[in-house]
Structure formats: structure tokens, C-alpha cells
């Protein structure tokens, strides 16, 4: 006789792992990823950046909510810290040097060490940034680098010691309501399952409409990036990561190597993405136009989709439509620096029907993340 789970979770990516986390104490999980290893698509193609930049107010306070969890884990939860102090540089060419003073006002709401460079402490900083592009340049120290892929397997090893199940090769073909049960057809046979947890990151639309749901209007937008190796002699691992002020490019170090990105985004349907030829051009472009470095070799480009809600928040509760579909999807670009806090947010949704008190006392309104909001 085919077991019955609690729940079952649809998409094996930090969403679905940290819901896993949480909920697996609590009921009997199983997790459902389509691709023969966890997080192959979003989460295994993210920036890596733990930083309140360029984040609104929202993402922001769950930003600072996952600050604890994410500086001290459990014990056990990894062997290397999740965080590295990485700081960045923002820059601005001429053209665009009056909003320097306006981003320092803005960073220092939630990084009050952040101060301006000149030009010369700026390329002191990044030596090979380019003088004569420069217009103007701020540090925000208050930036890090994240072990994404620690993240997020301390979040299936603690849920699979709770008893949750994690299962790879499991693409959801069919969603059919029996007995009381959903019927999750897959690959490898049924699944059965009380409840449904769509963390399906792009394929999340899709889903709701297996299951005879209305799609919620999710955007997957790609994005692109690239790796450039860096000239014999140069060492940029020490270096902070660079963002351009309006966020047109960014580049960090990567292993002894620069990762570009020209930050794209381009409505895309659900796929595994794949970087196209003038975003990669324009990665190359950004980084010769601000810097010295010449981009002889590519080593490595790639493309990764950020899924959106229409109004670019997060989609956490139960369907409207449906008592026991549980949305859990549209984290954008954030939903790894999230994590640990939108996770407990979404499992206190689902076992409470009401979000946690300490994230509430934060300022966010209870129904901030509801799916009745894009109904």
C-alpha cells in the first residue's frame, strides 16, 4: 500500500529544503525535485551575496531576520561558516556622480559605517578599476559571501534526520485530488500526499494550474553571469565585490576569478536557462568599460531565472482556491539571504495559520506575503 505523507513539497531548492527544515519535526515530508540534484536551478546559479543592497523594505527586514541564524547556525548544521565578510564598492561614472550622495543617504539606513571614496581610495580598493570612468564611488562594509550550497544542504541533512524523505528525478506530470489525498504523479509512480507545498520556483504557475488552480501571474526573469580570468599577478580574493549604483553590472570575486554579471532580466518561461550571446556581451562590455582588465578569456557563463510576483513580493499562505495548496514561490533574487526567516514565516503559516510574533514585532504585516492579494 502506497504511504500517505503529511506533506509533500514540490521543488527541491532552498525554498523546498527550508520548508522541509521546518515542517519535517512537526509532519511527515516528502520533498519532490525534477532534476537529479537539489537546487540545480535557481539556487545553484545565485550571486552568493548576503547583503540589504538594493533590496526593499521587505526583503530587507527578512534580511535582518536571518542575520542570527545565518552568522551562528545550529550546531552542526555545516563544518565552514555560511558567511564570508566580503564588503562592497559602489560606483557611478561621471555621468551618473550626483547620485553618489543620494545612495550614501539610503546605505546608511542600514549600514551607517558606509562612507564615500574618492577616486583614488576607490581604485586603492579595486586597483584595476578604470580612473577616467569614475565619477564617484561609496563603501558599504556591510556586505558577505554565502556558502549557498552548505545552506543548503544543512537544511536537508537536519530535515532528513526529522524523518522527511528527499527525492530527486520526480518532474510532477499530474496533480489529482482522491480520497481526501492529493495523487502527485511522477516518473517514479504516485505520491501521495494530505497537503501540497508548491515551492516549484519558476514552475510554480505551472504547478497551480496542474492541480485546476488559477496561476498567480509569476514572472521567471533570467539573468545572466559570467567568469573572466584576471591577468597573471593579480589577486582578487581579498577584493570587495563592485556594483554599479543603478545596478546596470556587477562583479565580485569567484575563485581566483571575477564573476560578471550585466544584472538582466528578461521575462523567460520556465526552463533551464540559458545565457544568450548579447547578455554575455554586455557582461564583457561593463566590466572592460569601468576597469582595465581585458576580457581574453570567458571561462564559464551561465543563466539563472528570479521569479516574481507581480508586485515583487513573496507568495506564502494557502490558496484561496484551495484549503490544502500551500504557495510557497516568487522569492525573486532573495531567497537564499532569506531563508532561514521566510521559511519560519511560511512554517508557521502552514501549522498555525498565523505568521510567526517575532517576525510580525519586525513590522511586517501579516498578510504582506498572503496569495489572496493577486486573486
Known amino acids: 500500500m502506497t504511504a500517505v505523507f503529511d506533506v509533500a513539497i514540490v521543488g527541491g531548492g532552498i525554498a523546498g529544503a527550508s520548508m522541509a527544515y521546518r515542517l519535517a519535526p512537526h509532519r511527515s515530508?516528502?520533498?519532490?525535485?525534477?532534476?537529479?540534484?537539489?537546487?540545480?536551478?535557481?539556487?545553484?546559479?545565485?550571486?552568493?551575496?548576503?547583503?540589504?543592497?538594493?533590496?526593499?523594505?521587505?526583503?530587507?527586514?527578512?534580511?535582518?531576520?536571518?542575520?542570527?541564524?545565518?552568522?551562528?547556525?545550529?550546531?552542526?548544521?555545516?563544518?565552514?561558516?555560511?558567511?564570508?565578510?566580503?564588503?562592497?564598492?559602489?560606483?557611478?561614472?561621471?555621468?551618473?556622480?550626483?547620485?553618489?550622495?543620494?545612495?550614501?543617504?539610503?546605505?546608511?539606513?542600514?549600514?551607517?559605517?558606509?562612507?564615500?571614496?574618492?577616486?583614488?581610495?576607490?581604485?586603492?580598493?579595486?586597483?584595476?578599476?578604470r580612473p577616467d570612468w569614475l565619477g564617484g564611488a561609496l563603501y558599504d562594509p556591510l556586505s558577505w559571501d554565502m556558502e549557498v550550497e552548505s545552506l543548503l544542504q544543512g537544511f536537508i541533512r537536519f530535515a532528513r534526520r526529522a524523518g522527511a524523505e528527499f527525492r530527486t528525478g520526480q518532474d510532477v506530470t499530474a496533480v489529482i485530488r482522491e480520497n481526501g489525498c492529493y495523487r502527485l504523479e511522477t516518473p517514479a509512480g504516485p505520491v501521495l500526499a494530505r497537503k501540497l507545498v508548491n515551492a516549484a520556483g519558476a514552475w510554480a504557475d505551472p504547478l497551480a494550474e496542474l492541480a485546476g488552480l488559477t496561476p498567480l501571474g509569476l514572472t521567471p526573469m533570467r539573468r545572466t553571469a559570467i567568469t573572466v580570468d584576471v591577468p597573471a599577478g593579480i589577486d582578487v580574493g581579498a577584493l570587495p565585490s563592485v556594483n554599479e549604483l543603478d545596478e546596470t553590472f556587477y562583479f565580485k570575486p569567484e575563485a581566483g576569478k571575477l564573476m560578471v554579471s550585466p544584472a538582466d532580466e528578461h521575462p523567460s518561461a520556465a526552463c533551464d536557462a540559458q545565457p544568450e550571446d548579447l547578455d554575455v556581451a554586455y557582461a564583457a562590455h561593463y566590466l572592460q568599460e569601468s576597469t582595465t582588465l581585458p576580457v581574453q578569456t570567458i571561462s564559464h557563463k551561465w543563466a539563472g531565472l528570479r521569479t516574481f510576483a507581480p508586485d515583487r513580493r513573496q507568495v506564502i499562505g494557502f490558496s484561496p482556491q484551495d484549503p490544502d495548496f500551500f504557495w510557497l514561490a516568487g522569492q525573486g533574487g532573495s531567497g537564499i539571504l532569506t531563508s532561514p526567516a521566510l521559511s519560519a514565516w511560511a512554517a508557521s503559516e502552514f501549522l498555525t495559520g498565523e505568521p510567526p510574533a517575532d517576525l510580525l514585532a519586525l513590522g511586517l504585516p501579516m498578510d504582506v506575503f498572503r496569495p489572496d492579494r493577486l486573486a
Not at 537539489?38 to 548576503?50: D, L, Q, V
Not at 521587505?58 to 541564524?69: I, K, N, P, R
Not at 562592497?88 to 553618489?100: F, H, R
Not at 546608511?108 to 562612507?115: E, K
Open 29 to 129: 515530508v516528502v520533498v519532490l525535485e525534477r532534476e537529479s540534484a537539489f537546487g540545480y536551478h535557481s539556487t545553484g546559479r545565485s550571486a552568493a551575496e548576503y547583503s540589504r543592497q538594493f533590496q526593499n523594505e521587505v526583503v530587507g527586514l527578512l534580511c535582518d531576520a536571518s542575520w542570527d541564524f545565518l552568522n551562528t547556525p545550529p550546531d552542526g548544521f555545516t563544518e565552514v561558516p555560511l558567511l564570508r565578510h566580503r564588503g562592497t564598492v559602489n560606483i557611478a561614472p561621471a555621468d551618473k556622480a550626483e547620485l553618489v550622495e543620494t545612495a550614501l543617504t539610503e546605505t546608511r539606513v542600514h549600514s551607517p559605517d558606509s562612507r564615500l571614496l574618492t577616486v583614488e581610495e576607490a581604485v586603492a580598493m579595486v586597483p584595476f578599476l
